[in-house]
């Protein structure tokens, strides 16, 4: 009641972390959020008929494009200095069709691990500088598929990344008091933006 009053957040703190409250931000502005980070994701599939046979042998490209965004829904703290938006933490996890029988991969930026009995690519990429000089990071699979009268489904990749010192909602913190205490504690509040699950699918 009272921070719906005053906006104050009264509490005595335990011992280590621990979360203190949650907020969300509206539906309008969850439906208008602009990520910092720009994908493109694409899923080609291919069938051929095999000589002399009626089965069809079908293989597909699977191509991921992603950069930095200029412009974002994000909210900068002021603290926070001149200069390009770092994103940090970005890494892509993949999972491949069930009917997939071998998978080659190629990436221009980062490290990737595919785990086979999974079907599931993970790509670090690390960070990622809005930089319009610096090229987009790709991530190309090639994909043989087992014979199968299933429809291969087009995947849906997952995105992680995190943003230090912004917010989607721009909820800040004007000041932190502490008492009961005989010595003088730092005092700091530092926000950071995490992805949560955040989804991509191909076309």
């Excluded at 991530?139 to 990344?161: C, D, G, Q, R, Y």
């Amino acid at each position: 009641a009272r921070f719906e009053n005053d906006q104050v957040v009264s509490f005595v703190p335990p011992d280590g972390n621990f979360e203190l409250m949650r907020y969300s931000i509206t539906p309008e502005k969850k439906s208008f959020f602009s990520p910092p980070i720009e994908v493109n994701a694409q899923w080609n599939v291919n069938a051929t008929a095999a000589a002399g046979s009626a089965s069809a042998e079908s293989s597909a490209v699977l191509m991921t494009h992603l950069r930095a965004r200029s412009l974002s829904s994000l909210v900068m703290s002021s603290s926070r200095k001149g200069g390009s938006v770092e994103i940090e933490d970005v890494a892509v996890t993949i999972p491949f069709p069930k009917q997939a029988r071998t998978v080659s991969i190629q990436v221009t930026h980062g490290t990737f691990v595919y785990d086979e009995a999974g079907k599931v690519a993970k790509w670090t990429i690390g960070k990622l500088l809005d930089d319009v000089t610096m090229r987009r990071c790709q991530f190309v699979a090639n994909i043989k598929f087992n014979a199968s009268e299933e429809t291969v489904a087009a995947p849906s990749l997952s995105l992680h990344w995190k943003v230090p010192l912004s917010s989607v909602s721009g909820l800040s913190v004007s000041g932190l008091t502490v008492r009961g205490e005989g010595y003088r504690p730092y005092k700091g509040v530092r926000n950071i933006t995490k992805s949560g699950l955040f989804q991509v699918r191909y076309s």
